[in-house]
């Protein structure tokens, strides 16, 4: 079954304490992106990747980093989080960039206390 | 910044009215689509509609895209209870890498 698998779907943690949020596509997409939803604001682009080792900033980069070592992972790494990075992330992928349709995952909810 | 703005924030309608929902962006696009969204979960692809279209069907959704307003609206026909969902659309200056979305519109269809 095609898709976007996130891990893991809860995660709580504290200040400062480095974390992962992993991301795998099964789709041999080009193009992986992380979004965070926060109340009111929608979804913010964080970083996105067009290929292997091909990463780019969104809207809101500050605060976290991102690797494209594999073409199926797009891990989301937080060195040393902030209660203002508590949110609803995504990964979304897709074929051919921003201008084709976006497969997202389920979804991690991330708490920083 | 956000690109798209929805109108209107929340919609209720009664099972086999039609539902409409706006979007409105502020700078050019290459394309423009729909997402839903069921109580937190992942998003789920709608519709995609690129800056020299005007209108396209899939099912009961209807999406239409006005370059000289900068609005796109859908257009959900015969609701059903299982279209209570949240829906945004996005847009994409290119093709490339960035993808931006709006707030949202929540609606709501009662049996």
């Known amino acids: 079954e095609a898709q976007v698998t996130q891990n893991p779907r809860y995660l709580i943690t504290v200040t400062g304490k480095k974390l992962t949020v992993t991301c795998s596509q099964n789709m041999n997409h080009e193009y992986m992106s992380w979004y965070r939803q926060d109340p009111g604001l929608g979804l913010r682009q964080i970083y996105y990747?067009?290929?292997?080792?091909?990463?780019d900033k969104g809207d809101v980069p500050e605060g976290y980093k991102v690797s494209r070592k594999e073409k199926r992972n797009f891990p989301l790494i937080l060195e040393s989080p902030s209660p203002n990075q508590t949110s609803l992330y995504f990964c979304?992928?897709?074929?051919?960039?921003?201008?084709?349709?976006?497969?997202f995952g389920n979804g991690t909810r991330l708490t920083v206390t | 910044s956000q690109q798209g703005e929805e109108d209107p924030q929340a919609l209720s309608i009664q099972e086999g009215e039609n539902a409409t929902m706006n979007c409105s962006y502020k700078t050019s696009i290459n394309n423009l689509q729909w997402y839903r969204q069921n109580s937190g979960r992942g998003l789920v692809h709608l519709i995609l509609i690129r800056s020299n279209e005007r209108e396209k069907h899939s099912g009961r959704l209807r999406v239409t895209l006005d370059t000289s307003k900068k609005s796109s609206s859908l257009l959900i026909t015969a609701s059903r209870a299982a279209d209570t969902a949240s829906y945004f659309c996005a847009t994409g200056s290119d093709s490339w890498g960035k993808l931006q979305f709006g707030a949202g519109t929540q609606v709501v269809v009662t049996p």
């Open positions: 979304a992928s897709s074929f051919l960039g921003a201008g084709s349709p976006l497969h």
């Open positions: 990747s067009m290929n292997v080792e091909v990463t």
